[in-house]
C-alpha cells in the first residue's frame, strides 16, 4: 500500500476514529402528503458457489418462497450483490472470489428485488470487464443500482428514482479492501467515500430529492459491534441528509442505531449466500414505510439463514429462536443507544 493512501486512511479513520419495532419520533414530524412507498432492505447476496447449482435446479423464484410474505407488498427491495454476474475475466489473487452464472441476474426480480449496491470488496473479483457486464444486465432487467463503474465519477453515480411521488436518492460505498477495488480517475472499481466529496454529495442531493439512502460496506467480518470509524461516519452522513444507512459485510448482525431521528442498521447479516458457513447462521431483513419527510416505521424481521438448515431458501425465525434474536438485538442495540430500548414488540417508540 502506498505511503500517500495509507495516509488518506488513518486521516479517515481518524476523523471518523416474526417481529419487533423499531420506533422513530412520529411526534417530530408533520405529516406526510400522502406520498409514501414500503421498502425491503436485506443482507449480503451472493447467488454463485453452492447457491448456484441449486437455483439453476430448483427455479430462479426458489430463494424467496419462505419470505415471500414480506417481499410482496413493497415498491422497493433492496440487497447488497456480493457477487458480479457475468463470464470471463481472470481473478483478483486473493482467498476467495466471485462470479455468478450471468442467468442468475433473473432471481433478483423473482424476489422484487429492484435496488442493489455494487460497492463491496467482491465485485471487481474478476475485473473491470465483469463488473461491467453486471451492470449491463442490471440495467437490461431494469434494476436500479449504485457503487461501482468504470471510473470514479461513475462509481460515485447515484441512483435516483421516484416511487409513489417520492424522489429518491441511493448512494452505495465500499470501504473494505483491497484497495486495487477503489476507483480511481482512470481505473474502474467501487466508490470508496473519500470525506469531502461524499459529505459534499450527500448534501447536495438531500437539497435535490426528498430522501437519500446509503449503503457502506464496511467494518469487519463476524464482528458483532460496529468500530469507532463507522459510528462517527454514520453520524456525519446523517448530518449531512442521509434518511437511512444499511451496513454490510460482516455476515453476521449488529445492533440498530437510532440517531437524530434517522436509522443506521450497521449489519444486517447474510441473506441469500453461497456458503455453508457455522457462523453466519442468522440475519434480517427491515420493512420500512417511508415518506417524504423520511421513515414512518419499521418492522423486524429475523431470518434463519444457516444454509445447512435452509439451503439458501432463507426462513423467517419462529418461537423461540426468534425472541432469542431479538433479545441479543435488543442488547447490540442498546450498546448504541446510551442504553436506551428503541426495539419493543409491537409498540412505537418516541425518542
Known sequence: MGLILIRKILIYIALFSAAGWVGLPLSARAADSGHSFTLVVTGDMMLGNWAQGVILQKGMAYPF?????????????????????????????KSFTFRVNPKLVKVLRHGGINLVSLANNHMMDYGAEVMEQTRRLLKA????????????????????????????????????????????????GT????????????????????????????????????????????????????????????????????YRGKLIAYSLGNFVFGSY??????????????????????????????????EFQPKLLQGREREAFLQELKELSKELNGEQDVISSGNLVTL
Open 65 to 93: 418462497q419462505a419470505v415471500d410474505s414480506v417481499l410482496r407488498d413493497a415498491e422497493v427491495v433492496f440487497a447488497n450483490l456480493e457477487a458480479p454476474f457475468g463470464e470471463g475475466g481472470a481473478p483478483f489473487e
Open 141 to 188: 432487467e431494469g434494476i436500479w443500482f449504485a457503487g461501482a463503474g468504470l471510473n470514479q465519477q461513475e462509481a460515485m453515480q447515484p441512483a435516483i428514482f421516484t416511487v409513489n411521488g417520492v424522489k429518491v436518492a441511493f448512494v452505495a460505498c465500499s470501504l473494505t479492501f483491497p484497495e486495487e477495488f477503489w476507483a480511481s480517475d482512470t481505473s474502474a
Open 191 to 258: 466508490y470508496f467515500p473519500y470525506q469531502e466529496v461524499f459529505y459534499r454529495q450527500i448534501r447536495q442531493l438531500k437539497q435535490e430529492n426528498d430522501l437519500v439512502l446509503v449503503s457502506f460496506h464496511w467494518g469487519e467480518e463476524l464482528r458483532k459491534t460496529p468500530k469507532q470509524y463507522q459510528r462517527q461516519l454514520a453520524h456525519q452522513t446523517v448530518e449531512a441528509g442521509a434518511d437511512l444507512i444499511v451496513g454490510h459485510h460482516p455476515h453476521i448482525i449488529q445492533g440498530l442505531e437510532v
Open 277 to 310: 458457513s457455522s457462523r453466519a447462521t442468522r440475519s434480517m431483513m427491515l420493512k420500512l414505510r417511508m415518506g417524504t419527510s423520511g421513515i414512518e416505521w419499521c418492522k423486524i424481521y429475523p431470518l434463519n439463514v444457516d444454509n445447512r438448515e435452509v
